[in-house]
């Protein structure tokens, strides 16, 4: 027995298989005392965050000793240095490429976790998620890629300088295009509108936003027309956000001008009924009349209302129109339109005709 032992200690074939199959068991062994250990403790916790990372890291932690086994069998068997370097690299790369992944799935569901948390004035919200879950993945492949590089002996100076140029020449080429790519970032973490939000832009430019991505924002306009608008564009304009502020709704303004003459307060009792069963004008606030100005033509009043939806501005202001003309011309009241008059103060003389 003891000879046989001592014969298969002295075959580096015999131990190496002995290294893989050790290996294997070490990984189960892992496994055991992570769920019987550390799967006990976080199963205890309040939250499942650690469940789910443990669960994520549970992979990694037992390929990581299977690998390590394998790494050790490679070196007992004295194979010639390349093949033996290029294999230990590779050992290294699989290692690397797990861990990676690993680091993607912990990043994801932290950053999920932290967002279903996040206050009002917290950095992390549901709208920034996406900007943060692309640095996070940036990251997390920069270190993968600087240690393959390390892994297998690559000089990294040759490389970082060639970068630098191909970096600078991409710049002014792609201008344009990184312009975009961080005016979409910004737009991400700012928030000024949201995917169904209502916005008008400076050149009057109208319509909801159907989508908001990292190199343009789509619009859909009342006409049924899908604009697709650079987000550089938007990020040096001016925005107006129909479906911003703390509120949902919003005040819609209908003006219209009262003849000189007609009794003021007749006026506005007119316009104060006119809003009555208008469908999407609110009851709370009260439509309200507000008499702006004396016109050249009239005296010029506004009915504001409020509206439940942005996207029915265009149908409640005609509506309102309509109504407005009706009940005006019922309670005899005139709408002025712009007239002027003439006056001849002195005629020439008329000449005889020849």
Not at 60 to 76: H, I, K, R, T
Not at 153 to 161: E, H, N
Not at 266 to 290: I, N, Q, S, T
Request: aromatic share 8%; glycine share 8%.
């Amino acid at each position: 027995m003891l000879e046989t032992l001592r014969e298969l200690v002295g075959n580096r074939y015999a131990v190496a298989g002995l290294l893989v199959v050790g290996g294997l068991i070490g990984g189960w062994i892992a496994a055991f005392v992570i769920e019987r250990t550390v799967g006990v403790l976080v199963r205890r916790t309040e939250t499942d965050l650690d469940d789910k990372i443990m669960e994520a890291l549970h992979r990694p932690l037992v390929l990581s000793v299977v690998l390590f086994g394998l790494a050790l069998a490679v070196d007992v068997l004295k194979i010639p240095d390349k093949p033996h370097a290029y294999t230990i690299s590779a050992l290294k790369t699989v290692a690397i490429f797990v861990w990676a992944r690993a680091g993607f799935r912990s990043a994801t569901l932290f950053l999920q976790v932290l967002t279903t948390r996040a206050k009002k004035n917290d950095i992390i919200q549901p709208r920034t998620l996406p900007v943060f879950d692309m640095v996070f993945k940036i990251v997390i492949v920069g270190a993968a890629v600087y240690f393959i590089f390390l892994a297998w002996k690559i000089d990294l100076t040759a490389w970082l300088a060639s970068a630098g140029v191909v970096g600078i020449a991409v710049g002014f080429a792609a201008k344009d295009t990184l312009a975009n790519l961080f005016s979409g970032i910004f737009i991400v973490a700012d928030a000024p509108y949201k995917v169904g939000d209502y916005i008008v832009l400076d050149g009057g430019l109208r319509g909801r936003v159907t989508s908001i991505g990292i190199r343009s924002t789509r619009i859909l306009t009342l006409d049924d027309i899908e604009i697709t608008i650079p987000n550089a564009v938007i990020g040096s304009s001016k925005i107006i956000n129909e479906a911003g502020g703390p509120q949902v709704h919003q005040r819609l303004g209908v003006t219209v001008d009262a003849a000189y003459g007609c009794d003021i307060d007749r006026v506005h009792e007119v316009l104060g009924e006119v809003a009555e069963g208008v469908p999407h004008v609110l009851k709370d606030p009260k439509p309200v009349v507000r008499f702006t100005a004396f016109g050249g033509s009239g005296l010029t009043h506004v009915l504001y209302v409020w509206i439940d939806d942005a996207h029915v501005r265009e149908k409640v202001a005609h509506e309102l129109h309509t109504r407005i003309y009706k009940a005006f011309e019922a309670a005899g009241l005139e709408i002025p339109y712009s007239k002027h008059d003439v006056y001849i103060k002195e005629q020439p003389p008329l000449r005889a005709a020849s």
